[in-house]
């Protein structure tokens, strides 16, 4: 299945593996639609792409946004949710109210985008969600989110049994440099992004680009669905 002439809805398009992933789409003749809460990101993104793309701005973890959205945004074929906050912290050391909060975003705001996506979406069409590999390894400082991350892996693999024949993928990313992490000092992030290339078998980390081909992938195949495609470096082997 080829995307020229396509019409792809990416929420979370506005930055990192969303706008790498729009970028490709693009390049490869889609009508793109990126969806944001910040205008200023959307902005920015259309910009950086350098081409005709329309974007939304919408919360997704809002039901009465995301139906207006869709509603406005009428039939399309592929939807791809790349947005969603990421919290460590310890256990003990956590608050409920943060853990609360990560599963309101990046679970229920998945969630919510396919409820109200799916019934504009064309029978030959898919939808890609968004895990992680805490999901599938457990690590320090990682139980709430990858708590969420296992959620979504489920919801997506049961999704592609009752959707059918709509196809539903997830994507499992592993350590990526992207903006998700601009919030810790520059040193810092340095500082954890070669530690990790240290030690994993690729000796780097990954980049929004690596993560994007596996979106492109997943809206191209059309005989794949219910898959959880790994794209961390093989951070699962260490």
Avoid: C
């Avoid at 080829?2 to 792809?8: A, F, V």
């Avoid at 390049?27 to 993104?45: M, T």
């Avoid at 409820?115 to 064309?122: A, D, F, H, I, T």
């Avoid at 000092?185 to 530690?195: A, G, H, L, M, S």
């Amino acid at each position: 299945m080829e995307l020229n002439g396509k019409k792809i809805v990416i929420v979370g398009g506005s930055s990192g593996i969303g706008l790498a992933s729009a970028k490709k789409a693009v390049d490869q003749g889609a009508e793109v639609i990126i969806v944001s809460r910040s205008s200023e990101k959307l902005a920015e993104a259309k910009q950086e792409i350098g081409k005709d793309i329309t974007s939304y701005t919408a919360d997704m973890t809002k039901e009465n946004e995301m139906e207006d959205l869709f509603a406005e945004i009428g039939t399309f074929d592929h939807l791809v949710v790349t947005a969603g906050t990421a919290t460590y912290g310890n256990f003990l050391d956590t608050e409920v109210s943060e853990a609360r909060a990560l599963f309101d975003n990046k679970f229920w705001g998945q969630y919510i985008a396919v409820k109200y996506g799916v019934p504009r979406l064309s029978e030959e069409g898919s939808v890609t969600l968004f895990s992680g590999v805490v999901a599938f390894k457990a690590m320090v400082g990682s139980a709430a989110l990858g708590a969420v991350n296992a959620s979504i892996a489920n919801l997506g693999q049961t999704l592609a049994l009752e959707l059918a024949p709509i196809r539903v993928n997830v994507v499992s990313p592993g350590i990526i440099d992207t903006p998700s992490r601009y919030g810790m000092p520059e040193v810092e992030r340095k500082e954890f992004y070669q530690d990790m290339a240290e030690q994993l078998p690729l000796k780097r980390v990954g980049q929004a680009d690596d993560v994007a081909d596996s979106v492109i992938y997943l809206m191209k195949n059309s005989f794949v669905t219910g898959e959880i495609v790994h794209n961390e470096g093989g951070h699962r082997l260490i």
